[in-house]
């Protein structure tokens, strides 16, 4: 079973950076300027880490899907790995290792983000990022 997160508005809360792009004049800079003082959005994180206490049971594996660049992944990892979702959680949770047992930085395939310079509307990235 797949399981998909996205990051913007569902795993962190970016309430206090909305205004940056709302109504007629957009300041895009502002907004991603101020993704690192967004917030973990707890009711959303607890379902994300009761899914991954559990991920045995339903043979899940974990997707973590955002409109940001790639230039914000350092950020976004970090924020994700600040709950609870970490390396030290990855072999529970993916039983991932390579042939001498050492877990592998399996970020670049479950966080999956806009191509810099991509400026396609989110709904229609998103669909191309997750190949539906």
């Known amino acids: 079973m797949n399981i998909i997160f996205d990051i913007d508005g569902t795993l962190m809360d970016i309430n206090h950076r909305r205004h940056f792009v709302e109504g007629e004049t ?6 991603v300027d101020n993704i ?28 973590f899907l955002t409109g940001r660049n790639e230039a914000q ?5 970090d924020q994700i790995q600040g709950f609870s979702f970490n390396e030290e959680n ?23 983000m806009r191509p810099d310079g ?11 990022l997750i190949h539906i």
């Open 26 to 31: 957009k300041d895009w800079k502002s907004f």
């Open 36 to 63: 690192k003082h967004d917030t973990p959005n707890y009711p959303v994180v607890n379902i994300l880490e009761q899914l991954s206490d559990n991920a045995h049971i339903y043979d899940a594996v974990f997707y």
């Open 73 to 77: 992944r350092e950020i976004t990892q």
């Open 90 to 112: 990855f072999p529970r949770i993916y039983g991932i290792k390579d042939d001498i047992y050492r877990i592998y930085d399996c970020w670049e395939e479950i966080l999956l």
């Open 118 to 128: 991509d400026y396609r509307p989110d709904a229609e990235l998103k669909l191309s």
